[in-house]
């Protein structure tokens, strides 16, 4: 697919989003935005991991700030490193943007050579909540993710999306240790029954992050929850 412009339910910061990996991702959240509540899953996204090889013709120009991936997981334990290198690879051909990564496997991160990066890269995590979601989700801990997100150096972020019901301190301490340069905050766009928190617990939230001196960036889909 072409490069893809930001719409809809997207991160109103990004510019655009290109995908090279298709397949289903190994995490299989209940709540994936991949599944289309009328239509199911794409074709695309059904099966085993490939990459689609004339994503990599893709020219990304200059001055964009792009989402690479962000209809599967580049990072997930079961990406082969090759694969990842490949992506990698073709953001490096164009080094005049921004390329944001998100993962809920960021230990992954890691183990990827700091040579091997685009030189403009922002990466993220997803950490709906500190508590246990195993019915959920088949991505690794939130604990897990947390951990992995205080290892790593240079432009980074969170995502709390969708959040669900938390403990306050124990979030707030993680993002404290993890020192993000901002943080998303969005509510389950698709009605999947999650367990949310109340709305006077995501501006607690809100406020104990912002009195720590990191941004917040609420996405539209929370006025849902203000309405509970």
């Known amino acids: 697919m072409p490069l893809t412009k930001t719409k809809g339910n997207n991160y109103n910061w990004i510019t655009n989003s290109h ?10 959240c209940r709540y994936c935005y991949v599944d289309n509540p009328r239509f199911g899953r794409p074709e695309r996204y059904k ?5 689609v090889e004339k994503e990599f013709s893709v020219k990304y120009g200059i001055g964009k700030t792009i ?19 490949r992506v990698l690879a073709h953001c490096r051909e164009w080094p005049n943007n921004t390329y944001v990564f998100q993962t809920k496997n960021p230990m992954r991160y890691v183990s990827v050579p700091l040579e091997n990066w685009p030189q ?4 993220g995590a997803t950490i709906e909540t500190n508590r246990d979601i195993v ?9 897990e993710r947390a951990y ?17 019901a938390f403990d306050l301190s124990v979030m707030v301490n993680w993002i404290i240790k993890i020192k993000p340069e901002f943080v998303n905050i969005g509510a389950d766009s698709k009605r999947n029954k ?3 928190p109340s709305w006077a617990e995501v501006q607690a939230l809100i406020k104990a992050i912002k009195d720590n001196g990191i941004e917040v960036r609420e996405k539209s889909n929370l006025e849902r929850l203000k309405k509970c």
């Open 47 to 51: 099966g085993e991991l490939r990459l």
């Open 120 to 123: 403009n890269k922002l990466i």
């Open 135 to 143: 019915t959920i989700s088949k991505a690794p801990p939130a604990e």
């Open 67 to 85: 989402f690479i991936e962000n209809m599967n997981d580049l990072f997930a334990d079961n990406v082969s490193i090759e694969f990842i290198d």
């Open 194 to 196: 999650l367990d949310e």
């Open 19 to 28: 995908n090279h990996l298709a397949g289903e991702c190994q995490h299989m």
């Open 148 to 164: 992995a997100m205080k290892l790593i150096a240079g432009r980074k972020f969170l995502t709390i999306e969708p959040i669900m």
